[in-house]
T-cell receptor, first 113, second 113 residues
Framework: EAGVTQSPTHLIKTRGQQATLRCSPISGHTSVYWYQQALGLGLQFLLWYDEGEERNRGNFPPRFSGRQFPNYSSELNVNALELEDSALYLC????????????FGPGTRLLVL | SQQGEEDPQALSIQEGENATMNCSYKTSINNLQWYRQNSGRGLVHLILIRSNEREKHSGRLRVTLDTSKKSSSLLITASRAADTASYFCATDAHNNAGNMLTFGGGTRLMVKP
C-alpha cells in the first residue's frame, strides 16, 4: 500500500511569489492535514480537510489556503511568500474524522529567498 | 503554544543502552501518539496510547501514560544506531474542534555505535 506522497520535494521561491504544494493521501483516507515545521518552531497545525471541506485551520494568516479534490488529494497554496515561510511542509492523512493516527508524507521543503 | 513538551531536548547514549523520553501536556486528551522523524524528513508513527490506557508495548518500544500527571514516557530498549532521530509526542485534545494534533518540541536522540 502506497503511503502519503508529496510534491515537489524541494521548492525555491522568492519573496512575494506564490507556492503550491501537493499531497496525495493513502488510498481510502478521506482526511488530509497540513503542518508547518519551521526551524526552531516545531510542528504547527495549518489546515485540515475532510470530504472536500476545510474543517479547521491553525493560527496562520489567510495567505495560507488550500483545497481538497474529489479524489481526496490536496493542495496547499501560500501567497505573497515571506522569508519566514521557509520551512518543511508536512501533509498527513487519516481515515475518517474520528481521532485517528495520522500518517505523514515525506514533506516539501520550501525555501524563500 | 505547544501542548506537549518533551524532555530532554537532546539525549546521547551508547548502542545497547535504553533511552527514555518524557512528554508533558496541558489539557485533557483523547489519545497521545509518539512519532519519529529522521533528519528533517516525514514523521513515522510509532505508537498510539488512548486516555484509558496506562501502558503499551510495541517491539522495543514501551509507552506509559499518566493522565493524572498529564505526562507520558517513551522507552526504547536496547537502542541501535538506526534509532538516531527526533522523537515527538502529539496529543489530540478533548476539546479539539477538529482532529488537529498538537506536537511537542521533540527530543533529539543520538545513539552512538
Amino acid at each position: 500500500e502506497a503511503g502519503v506522497t508529496q510534491s515537489p520535494t524541494h521548492l525555491i521561491k522568492t519573496r512575494g511569489q506564490q507556492a503550491t504544494l501537493r499531497c496525495s493521501p493513502i488510498s481510502g483516507h478521506t482526511s488530509v492535514y497540513w503542518y508547518q515545521q519551521a526551524l526552531g518552531l516545531g510542528l504547527q497545525f495549518l489546515l485540515w480537510y475532510d470530504e472536500g471541506e476545510e474543517r479547521n485551520r491553525g493560527n496562520f494568516p489567510p495567505r495560507f489556503s488550500g483545497r481538497q479534490f474529489p479524489n481526496y488529494s490536496s493542495e496547499l497554496n501560500v501567497n505573497a511568500l515571506e522569508l519566514e515561510d521557509s520551512a518543511l511542509y508536512l501533509c498527513a492523512s487519516s481515515f475518517g474524522h474520528l481521532p485517528e493516527t495520522q500518517y505523514f508524507g515525506p514533506g516539501t521543503r520550501l525555501l524563500v529567498l | 503554544s505547544q501542548q506537549g513538551e518533551e524532555d530532554p531536548q537532546a539525549l546521547s547514549i551508547q548502542e545497547g543502552e535504553n533511552a527514555t523520553m518524557n512528554c508533558s501536556y496541558k489539557t485533557s486528551i483523547n489519545n497521545l501518539q509518539w512519532y519519529r522523524q529522521n533528519s528533517g524528513r516525514g514523521l513515522v508513527h510509532l505508537i498510539l496510547i488512548r486516555s484509558n490506557e496506562r501502558e503499551k508495548h510495541s517491539g522495543r518500544l514501551r509507552v506509559t501514560l499518566d493522565t493524572s500527571k498529564k505526562s507520558s514516557s517513551l522507552l526504547i530498549t536496547a537502542s541501535r544506531a538506526a534509532d538516531t532521530a527526533s522523537y515527538f509526542c502529539a496529543t489530540d485534545a478533548h476539546n479539539n474542534a477538529g482532529n488537529m494534533l498538537t506536537f511537542g518540541g521533540g527530543t533529539r536522540l543520538m545513539v552512538k555505535p
